[in-house]
Nanobody, 127 residues
Framework: QIQIAESGGGLVQPGESLRLSCAAS????????IVWFRQAPGKEREGISC????????HYADSVKGRFTISRDNANHMVYLHMNNLNPEDTAIYYC????????????????????WGQGTQVTVSS
């Protein structure tokens, strides 16, 4: 059974950092492009970052560019989302997803492409 799961969410104060992790069972995240989405209360799900498998090319939404970094650890079969300088607007449930191709889609931020989703991890930024 193919599954993907996120971890690392929590409650942090504004300006602090957090690292989210994405791992898979039934396949390895090393093989595919992985995308991070988030969904804030009352808002649509937003694609925020993608990393390809073949050459680790990365993409970011404007809302997180310069603050978030997506990376791979192929030795440990993990994909990370490093989040710096968090603010209350980053409060959301964060998901990783894949559609099992090696490259990020041209419109990688559109959730309709993805058929494998994790259950999400809550990130709350509050003082």
């Amino acid at each position: 059974q193919i599954q993907i799961a996120e971890s690392g969410g929590g409650l942090v104060q504004p300006g602090e950092s957090l690292r989210l992790s994405c791992a898979a069972s039934g396949f390895t995240v090393n093989a595919y492009a992985i995308v991070w989405f988030r969904q804030a209360p009352g808002k649509e799900r937003e694609g925020i970052s993608c990393i390809s498998s073949s050459d680790a090319t990365t993409h970011y939404a404007d809302s997180v560019k310069g603050r978030f970094t997506i990376s791979r650890d192929n030795a440990n079969h993990m994909v990370y989302l490093h989040m710096n300088n968090l603010n209350p607007e980053d409060t959301a449930i964060y998901y990783c997803a894949t559609e099992r191709s090696t490259q990020c889609m041209s419109a990688w931020w559109r959730e309709l492409w993805y058929d494998v989703w994790g259950q999400g991890t809550q990130v709350t930024v509050s003082s």
